[in-house]
C-alpha cells in the first residue's frame, strides 16, 4: 500500500533516493560516516512527516529509512569498527519509533557482541529485543501473525545462544517456553525449514536421555502436522514394520547399505536396520557413490553470524571427510571421478579423484557422471549463468572421455540411462537444418549424417528419426524392420516400448511386436515384469505379453506409476483409498495399503512416507513416541 505524508513529499523521496545511493557505497570510510549524520536527519523527518495511523499499512515503505542504520553498521563492522557499529545502530534505536526496526537493531547489536565474544553485552540485547518482539506480537492488526513468528524466532534466538554457552538448564527451560508457546498458540506462522530445537535434540542424544529426545520430536511434528505441509519418512522392512522409532524429515532410498537422513535440518546416516552409524552431523548430504558421499559440514551457533559459503566435500563411510569441503556443488563419484564446481564461476565446473586432486580441467558450465568411460558434459554456455544438470543455458552437450577429450556432440542433455556404444551420434548444420549421423570412437563418420534426430546406440540398435516418425538401426544402417514408429525408446534387456498414436506396445530385438500397441503407458522390466496402464489402471505383464496381474491399481512409486518389482515386491497405489502398500507376484497385498508414497526395496528395506492423507487433502498420521 502506499504511503500517505502530511507535507513535502519530493524531499522525503529525493532524501531516501540519495541514502540509497550512498549506502550502495559503503566501502569509502568517509562516505560512510557522512551518511550516517545524513540517515539520522532524515529519521527524524520521517518521524515528523508521517501521519502515525498509516505507519503499520506503509511499512514496507516506512522502514527504507529505519534499515539503513543496519547497513551502515554492517559496513563498519565489516571494516574493523565495531564500536562505531555500536554506537550507529544506538543512535537508531534512540531515533527510530518504528518496532520492527528497533528489534533488528537489538538483534544486530546483540550478533556484533556476540562475534566479539562479549557474552553478557550479547545476552542483555537479546533478552531486550525478545521482551520487545513479545509486546509487538500481543498487539492487535494485520501483521499480527507475522508478528508472532518473529517472537517465535527471538525465543528461540535466546535458547540456541544459551546453548551455545552450555548453560543446558537455562537452554531447555528457554525450548520448553518456545514449545509452549507454540503449541498454544500456532497459526501457521513457523519457517519453512522448522529446524528449531535441534541443538537440544543434540544435547539429549548426545547425553543419552533417548526418552525426552523422542518426547521432543513428538511434540514437534505435531506442530508440523498442522501445516497441511509436511511428510514424515520412516524405513520398513519386508514385513512392513517401521525400523525408526520415530519419522524422519527425509530420507533417500538405500545405497552401498546406507541411506541418508534427514531431522532438524541436519544430514546422517542409517544402516539397514536402520542404526544410525554416522551421526546427523551435516549440513546437508547425499548418497554413497563408490564408498564416498559428497556432504556439507554443519555450522555452529548462530548459524546467521558465519560470514563464508557453506562449501561441499566427501566423507567416508566412517563420516569422515576425505576430501575436505572446498566445492561449490559436487556430483556423486563414478568411475572413479566426481564432477565439481570449483567456485561460482559459468565455466568452473571440473573432474576430481578420490584423493581430491583435479583431473580434468575446469571448463564446463556443467558435468555429468562418467558412464563406460564417457560423461555428458555442456561447454559454450551464456557467461554469468549457472546451474544444476539439465537446466538449458544455451551451448552444447557434448561427450568426453576421461582425458576430458571431446567424443561426439549430443542433441540434449543427457537423459538417464543415455549412452553411447562404441558409436556416437553427432550433428552437422546444412543449409540451415539439422543432420545427424554417427561416428566411431577415433571421431571417423560410420554414418553419414542424413537423419532429423539421432539416439545412442543400446542393445546394438539406435534410434534415428526420419522426418516426423522413429525407426531402428543397427550399426550398418540396417533397419530393425520397415515399421515406423510415433514414439519409441532405447533397447533394453532386449525389449524396447514403441508407439502408435498414444497407444504403447513392445517389440523384441528383431522388431517383432511381442505387445499390441494398447496401453496407456508402459514401465520399464523389473523381475519380469512391467507395469501398463489400461483404462486409468496399472497392472503387470510378462515378457510374453501376458497379462499376469490385472490392471487394478491407480499408481505407485515415488512419481506415482506404477512401481517396477524389486526384490520380489513393488509399491502399488490402491484405487479406492488412494493409499500405497507392497504386492508379490501374484497380485497380493503383501504390506496393505497405508502410506502416501512408496520406495523401491534395496537389501530387505524401503523408504515409505506418510503423514499426509492423499484423498482428502489432510494429515493422518498420528504421531507416536514408541
Known amino acids: 500500500m502506499g504511503i500517505v505524508f502530511n507535507r513535502r513529499d519530493s524531499e522525503l523521496e529525493e532524501a531516501l533516493a540519495a541514502l540509497v545511493d550512498v549506502a550502495s557505497e559503503l566501502r569509502n570510510n568517509e562516505i560512510a560516516e557522512a551518511a550516517t549524520g545524513q540517515q539520522m536527519r532524515l529519521q527524524a523527518?520521517?518521524?515528523?512527516?508521517?501521519?502515525?495511523?498509516?505507519?503499520?499499512?506503509?511499512?514496507?515503505?516506512?522502514?527504507?529509512?529505519?534499515?539503513?542504520?543496519?547497513?551502515?553498521?554492517?559496513?563498519?563492522?565489516?571494516?574493523?569498527?565495531?564500536?562505531?557499529?555500536?554506537?550507529?545502530?544506538?543512535?537508531?534505536?534512540?531515533?527510530?519509533?518504528?518496532?520492527?526496526?528497533?528489534?533488528?537493531?537489538?538483534?544486530?547489536?546483540?550478533?556484533?557482541?556476540?562475534?566479539?565474544?562479549?557474552?553478557?553485552?550479547?545476552?542483555?540485547?537479546?533478552?531486550?529485543?525478545?521482551?520487545?518482539?513479545?509486546?509487538?506480537?500481543?498487539?492487535?492488526?494485520?501483521?499480527?501473525?507475522?508478528?508472532?513468528?518473529?517472537?517465535?524466532?527471538?525465543?528461540?534466538?535466546?535458547?540456541?545462544?544459551?546453548?551455545?554457552?552450555?548453560?543446558?538448564?537455562?537452554?531447555?527451560?528457554?525450548?520448553?517456553?518456545?514449545?509452549?508457546?507454540?503449541?498454544?498458540?500456532?497459526?501457521?506462522?513457523?519457517?519453512?525449514?522448522?529446524?528449531?530445537?535441534?541443538?537440544?535434540?543434540?544435547?539429549?542424544?548426545?547425553?543419552?536421555?533417548?526418552?525426552?529426545?523422542?518426547?521432543?520430536?513428538?511434540?514437534?511434528?505435531?506442530?508440523?502436522?498442522?501445516?497441511?505441509?509436511?511428510?514424515?519418512?520412516?524405513?520398513?522392512?519386508?514385513?512392513g514394520h517401521r525400523l525408526s522409532r520415530f519419522p524422519f524429515e527425509k530420507a533417500e532410498d538405500m545405497k552401498e547399505g546406507l541411506a541418508q537422513v534427514e531431522l532438524f535440518n541436519r544430514s546422517g546416516f542409517v544402516d539397514e536396520n536402520c542404526k544410525l552409524v554416522i551421526p546427523l552431523a551435516f549440513r546437508d548430504a547425499t548418497s554413497f557413490g563408490e564408498g564416498l558421499a559428497a556432504a556439507q559440514p554443519n555450522h555452529s551457533f548462530p548459524d546467521h553470524l558465519n560470514k563464508t559459503q557453506v562449501k561441499w566435500g566427501f566423507i567416508n563411510r566412517l563420516g569422515k571427510f576425505q576430501i575436505e569441503p572446498k566445492f561449490e556443488c559436487t556430483t556423486a563419484f563414478s568411475e572413479g571421478l566426481a564432477a565439481t564446481q570449483l567456485n561460482s564461476g559459468y565455466d568452473s565446473w571440473c573432474y576430481i579423484d578420490k584423493a581430491g586432486a583435479v583431473r580434468i580441467k575446469p571448463g564446463y558450465t556443467e558435468a555429468g557422471n562418467f558412464d563406460s568411460g564417457e560423461a555428458p558434459v555442456l561447454v559454450g554456455a551464456i557467461p554469468g549463468v549457472r546451474g544444476c544438470i539439465g537446466g538449458d543455458y544455451g551451448g552444447t552437450w557434448v561427450q568426453i572421455d576421461r582425458q576430458g577429450k571431446v567424443i561426439s556432440t549430443m542433441p540434449t542433455s543427457p537423459g538417464p540411462g543415455e549412452r553411447s556404444d562404441s558409436m556416437r551420434p553427432y550433428k552437422v548444420v546444412v543449409k540451415g537444418r539439422e543432420l545427424w549421423g554417427y561416428r566411431d570412437s577415433n571421431g571417423r563418420t560410420v554414418i553419414t549424417p542424413k537423419y532429423d534426430e539421432a539416439k545412442a546406440f543400446a542393445g546394438g540398435w539406435a534410434r534415428v528419426l526420419i522426418k516426423d516418425s522413429w525407426t531402428f538401426i543397427d550399426k550398418y544402417e540396417k533397419f530393425i524392420r520397415a515399421d515406423t514408429w510415433d514414439d519409441a525408446r532405447g533397447f533394453e534387456d532386449g525389449?524396447?516400448?514403441?508407439?502408435?498414436?498414444?497407444?504403447?506396445?513392445?517389440?523384441?530385438?528383431?522388431?517383432?511386436?511381442?505387445?499390441?500397441?494398447?496401453?496407456?503407458?508402459?514401465?520399464?522390466?523389473?523381475?519380469?515384469?512391467?507395469?501398463?496402464?489400461?483404462?486409468?489402471?496399472?497392472?503387470?505383464?510378462?515378457?510374453?505379453?501376458?497379462?499376469?496381474?490385472?490392471?487394478?491399481?491407480?499408481?505407485?512409486?515415488?512419481?506415482?506409476?506404477?512401481?517396477?518389482?524389486?526384490?520380489?515386491?513393488?509399491?502399488?497405489?490402491?484405487?479406492?483409498?488412494?493409499?500405497?502398500?507392497?504386492?508379490?507376484?501374484?497380485?497380493?497385498?503383501?504390506?496393505?495399503?497405508?502410506?502416501?508414497?512408496?520406495?523401491?526395496?534395496?537389501?530387505?528395506?524401503?523408504v515409505i512416507e506418510e503423514g499426509y492423507d492423499h484423498a482428502r487433502n489432510i494429515h493422518g498420521f498420528e504421531i507416536r513416541a514408541g
Open 45 to 239: 523527518f520521517v518521524n515528523r512527516t508521517i501521519a502515525p495511523a498509516n505507519k503499520e499499512t506503509a511499512f514496507g515503505n516506512y522502514s527504507i529509512a529505519g534499515s539503513l542504520p543496519l547497513q551502515l553498521a554492517s559496513a563498519f563492522e565489516g571494516q574493523g569498527k565495531p564500536e562505531k557499529a555500536i554506537q550507529t545502530l544506538q543512535d537508531c534505536l534512540k531515533t527510530s519509533s518504528d518496532t520492527y526496526i528497533q528489534i533488528r537493531v537489538l538483534v544486530m547489536i546483540g550478533d556484533i557482541n556476540y562475534r566479539r565474544r562479549n557474552y553478557g553485552q550479547a545476552e542483555k540485547f537479546y533478552r531486550r529485543s525478545l521482551a520487545l518482539s513479545k509486546s509487538y506480537s500481543e498487539v492487535r492488526s494485520e501483521f499480527q501473525d507475522s508478528h508472532k513468528a518473529d517472537y517465535f524466532g527471538e525465543l528461540n534466538r535466546l535458547a540456541e545462544f544459551l546453548a551455545s554457552l552450555n548453560r543446558w538448564t537455562e537452554a531447555e527451560t528457554q525450548y520448553e517456553s518456545l514449545l509452549t508457546v507454540m503449541e498454544s498458540d500456532y497459526k501457521n506462522t513457523l519457517p519453512d525449514d522448522f529446524e528449531w530445537f535441534r541443538t537440544i535434540y543434540d544435547h539429549y542424544v548426545q547425553t543419552n536421555q533417548n526418552e525426552r529426545a523422542a518426547k521432543l520430536n513428538e511434540r514437534r511434528f505435531a506442530l508440523k502436522n498442522r501445516t497441511n505441509e509436511w511428510l514424515a519418512y520412516n524405513i520398513i522392512d519386508k514385513g
Open 495 to 606: 525389449c524396447a516400448v514403441v508407439a502408435k498414436g498414444d497407444k504403447y506396445g513392445v517389440i523384441d530385438s528383431q522388431g517383432k511386436l511381442i505387445v499390441e500397441p494398447q496401453y496407456e503407458e508402459i514401465e520399464k522390466f523389473s523381475e519380469g515384469l512391467a507395469a501398463v496402464k489400461l483404462n486409468g489402471k496399472f497392472g503387470y505383464i510378462d515378457r510374453a505379453g501376458q497379462l499376469k496381474i490385472q490392471c487394478q491399481f491407480s499408481g505407485a512409486g515415488p512419481q506415482g506409476q506404477g512401481g517396477p518389482f524389486k526384490e520380489g515386491l513393488a509399491a502399488c497405489r490402491d484405487y479406492q483409498t488412494h493409499k500405497v502398500g507392497y504386492i508379490n507376484k501374484n497380485g497380493a497385498w503383501v504390506i496393505k495399503p497405508q502410506f502416501w508414497r512408496a520406495h523401491d526395496f534395496s537389501g530387505g528395506c524401503a
